[in-house]
């Protein structure tokens, strides 16, 4: 039976984003956004300051915080969903954090920083630990592996280890396969149909991101611009219930959700009709 993960929505605001560059960077916008994706079931919101798409530039962490706090601020006040900074910079998640959101969803898995786990620790928040090769800037410059789902499970074991080490309560770590980050079509594919090995060899949540990516392209040529790629889209976050995933991490919360409701209901249907 599939599970029914919660829903992560995502709100960049940033003028470099992949999917929607721009759109939300101001943060009345922003706001009125993240709200409007809880109304349609959102359970968290990611809110993110810093492009991480192939060949993004970095930004400081002065102007991360400048266009997520007043984001995170806002929506906090007039909404009880779970947020999480998307953020690989110790700064700006104590920044967040101490604004009210939950999660420190950080890419980097703790290494852009030497404290960063430690920070992570003292903040007492949700951490999400995601699998990356290399960096932005060339992190798909011919990505390889011998045994990509090993490998990432090996990584995420050792970044787990690390955080508990330094302080993170368990309970508190997710794991991020890190879908696109590194990793080409059929790297990708063999972690989707692996994420519940995954989960079963880090003893972890799993958060699942591919909303949107690029890989859906390669499958369908047609789907050349982000926008395009909705259909991609609900058929691996469908494919991640299947396999275990516990937050699905989406631009289009609503179909999605009822894409997973309804794919949710037919499971247990059938179920019934075995009994």
Not at 231 to 249: F, M, P, Q, T, Y
Request: some cysteine.
């Amino acid at each position: 039976m599939p599970k029914s993960p919660s829903v992560m929505g995502i709100i960049n605001v940033t003028p470099d984003s992949f999917s929607d560059g721009g759109q939300y960077s101001a943060a009345d916008i922003a706001i009125e956004h993240g709200l409007n994706l809880v109304s349609q079931g959102a359970d968290w919101l990611d809110i993110g300051g810093e492009s991480t798409r192939p060949g993004a530039m970095p930004v400081s962490a002065i102007d991360e915080i400048a266009r997520t706090l007043p984001v995170i601020t806002g929506l906090r006040a007039n909404t009880d969903a779970l947020i999480s900074i998307d953020t690989m910079k110790p700064d700006v998640a104590i920044a967040a954090i101490q604004a009210g959101a939950d999660m420190w969803n950080d890419v980097s898995a703790g290494r852009f920083a030497e404290d960063s786990l430690e920070i992570a620790a003292q903040l007492n928040c949700k951490l999400c630990l995601m699998h990356m090769q290399g960096e932005p800037r060339s992190m798909q410059v011919a990505p390889r592996y011998e045994d990509v789902v090993s490998e990432v499970a090996a990584f995420l074991v050792e970044r787990k280890n690390k955080a508990i080490k330094a302080g993170v309560k368990a309970s508190n770590i997710w794991v991020d396969p890190g879908i696109g980050f590194g990793k080409t079509l059929k790297h990708n594919t063999e972690l989707m149909r692996n994420l519940d090995s995954l989960s079963e060899a880090t003893g972890l949540p799993i958060l699942f991101g591919a909303s949107r990516k690029r890989f859906i392209a390669e499958i369908d040529p047609q789907a050349q611009n982000a926008d395009q790629r909705l259909g991609g889209s609900i058929a691996v976050a469908l494919n991640a219930a299947e396999h275990g995933a516990d937050i699905i991490r989406v631009h289009d919360v609503q179909i999605t959700k009822q894409a997973l409701k309804v794919h949710a209901y037919l499971a247990n249907s059938a179920m019934d009709d075995d009994l």
